[in-house]
């Protein structure tokens, strides 16, 4: 399976999406780099141990477990990343939400955090992966999507999506109609995954019966080294924030679907033609339950009979 995202993406969200995985004394580093990556980029490799409790060998460590090579490669990709950040926005709109920010910070930090998810997740998005997903479900008999929380709503999301192009695709959040679903599942067949966190009990274990039945498997979560990667063919992964109000339930449901959307327009373009049918028929179906009204309020003119 791959993870690794083909574009040169932010050193924070590697550290966050590795984080859990990391030894103790590491995370003591992690959480003083990201509480202010920009002073870190200033610091030397002994300020940074020092002010993470821990040794010089300890940070080269951390560094290579995130994959920058040292710690000088370190610095410069936090001094980059803090660059961008700051020519996005001249507010500080990138901190937590505290109980006392009135609505209009509410909506300025709310706003910042999801336009940000959608960057991120975007940046270091595996296209190489996405393809090999988009190719196995366009080639699949039939897709299983299981979700369960917060992650249902997008499971039931791709569902809608390919079934209004005619993919055959069920999206479960029962556990047991779960299992039942991927234990019939074929080699002909995909199952995706969809856990914020990858540790979801019910999710890895539906994602395993099916890969143990010859489905092709594939995980969507926040977590490259999470559970759910171990049952899973390929990872497609996000990055979304989480804060003091914004926890995975808000701020993943935004990234992940963001990576279903680029999933399901991939799926599309394989069946331009059928799925440009389907859509029309889909539409047709139902444009007998919208009211008469034109999107600025006024009423539609009655054709003439």
């Known amino acids: 399976m791959s993870t690794e995202s083909t574009a040169d993406s932010s050193p924070l969200v590697k550290i966050r999406s590795l984080l859990p995985g990391l030894a103790r004394a590491e995370q003591r580093v992690a ?11 200033h610091r030397s490799i002994t300020e940074v141990a020092e002010a993470a409790g821990t040794s010089e060998t300890t940070v ?7 994959g920058v090579g040292g710690y000088p490669e370190l610095r410069i990709a936090l001094a980059a990343d803090t660059a961008r950040t700051s020519m996005r926005t001249d507010r500080d709109l990138g901190g937590d939400i505290g109980p006392r920010d009135d609505l209009r910070q509410v909506v300025g930090k709310v706003a910042f955090a999801d336009a940000r998810a959608v960057e991120e997740t975007a940046e270091q998005l595996n296209v190489e992966t996405l393809e090999a997903v988009v190719e196995a479900v366009a080639g699949a008999g039939r897709v299983d999507v299981y979700g369960f929380g917060a992650s249902a709503f997008v499971a039931f999301d791709l569902q809608q999506k ?13 556990t047991h109609i779960a299992l039942t679903s991927a234990a019939v599942l074929t ?8 856990s914020h966190t990858g540790s979801t009990s019910e999710t890895v274990e539906a994602l395993r019966v099916a890969k143990e039945h010859g489905a092709t498997t594939v995980a969507l979560t926040n977590f490259p080294r999470s559970p759910i990667t171990e049952v ?34 991939g799926v599309a ?5 059928s799925a440009k049918t389907a859509l029309e028929a889909t539409y047709d179906a139902v444009s007998g339950h919208r009211l008469g009204a034109r999107p600025d309020g006024r009423r539609r003119r009655e054709s003439a009979k």
């Open 269 to 273: 373009q394989r069946h331009v033609d």
């Open 187 to 194: 080699e002909a067949d995909v199952a995706v995954g969809i």
């Open 60 to 66: 080269t460590r951390f560094c290579k477990a995130i």
């Open 31 to 41: 959480k003083v780099v990201l509480d202010n990556p920009a002073t870190v980029a």
């Open 232 to 265: 899973a063919d390929h990872v497609l992964t996000t990055a979304a924030r989480e804060t003091t109000f914004r926890s995975g339930a808000m701020a993943s449901r935004i990234a992940q679907l963001t990576v279903i959307d680029c999933l399901f327009i």
């Open 162 to 174: 390919l079934h209004r192009i005619g993919r055959i695709c069920f999206a479960w959040n029962d």
